[in-house]
């Protein structure tokens, strides 16, 4: 790949001309400026990004680091976060740390040391103390999205208010016992957990973390012998919501007759299952917008400002599973 010097000696102009050319600035001669760009096109000369970060000029790059991108939801809230970032020139490199604390530490270092102008990131666990000091190593503006971060820019969907729309919904179904797929600290279970209890049905809420199939099929076996009464489970994203199904099937329970199912994030496979599940919709395409023309906003306006909270409101997409 050619370099400055080598574009430099064959446009016999000084390296520091050429740099000057290639780096935007306008005091360059017009006749001189458009020998060099030539010169750069038609040896196809490549920016050295890391370099230039490393010179303390921006970079033109934002990382993006998601929890799960085998997950539709990630998948399609990363690629509006590109389709945002290149409408104002910004590239973004991706990180995926498959819910692993470990990886998320080594991927935030990555992005130190790439340099990168600013980070949307989906922290596995936002309220920890270690996600919270890692952050403040970055020394970079930090956006999270999908999830609110205390002293940071957020911009996200309350997952408590869903988690509580979810709960109105099953009781408004006529079930009358409630299981959650996922963590306990997940703001849908502590919202959806909370409204049933309000009303009078805390007792029949149970939570199961998913660790694999087998153990989630143990789980739904033991929670439907314990009573054959209409129950309803609620899975913290689609990915779980198609597992459940699946281990319903197998258990021969039927749906929604039996037993109601709903999902979140309102991925494009459960549109297309026999029943159709039910879930939970977020607004991707607002919630990519907003968080990256905050983040930019900081990129190119440093300086003290007040922190953006900013809850988006979800919507239950009801299909034949409840």
Known sequence: MITMTEIARLTHVSQPTVSRVLNGSQTVAPEIRERVLSCAKEHDYQFNVLAKGLQGSKTQLLGVLVTDISNGFFAGLTKQIETEARK???SIILFNSDYNPQSEQEYLDVVRRYRVDGVLAVPIRETSEEWQEYVKKL???IVTVTRRAEGLDSVYVDHAQAGAM???H?????FRRFLFIGKDYDGKYVGFRRALSEKGFGGQTCNVVYQDDA???RALADWFRQSSSRGAVFAGNDIYALRVLDALRRLGV???EEAGVIGFDDTSTGRYLNPRLSSVSQPIARMARDAVSRLLDRIERPG??????QPLSAELVLREST
């Open 88 to 90: 104002s020139g910004y």
């Open 139 to 141: 020394d970079m503006p």
């Open 215 to 217: 153990q989630l099929n």
């Open 166 to 168: 979810v709960a109105g």
């Open 170 to 174: 099953l009781l408004e179904r006529g």
């Open 304 to 309: 003290p400002r007040a922190v953006l909270d």
């Open 254 to 256: 039927s749906v929604p």
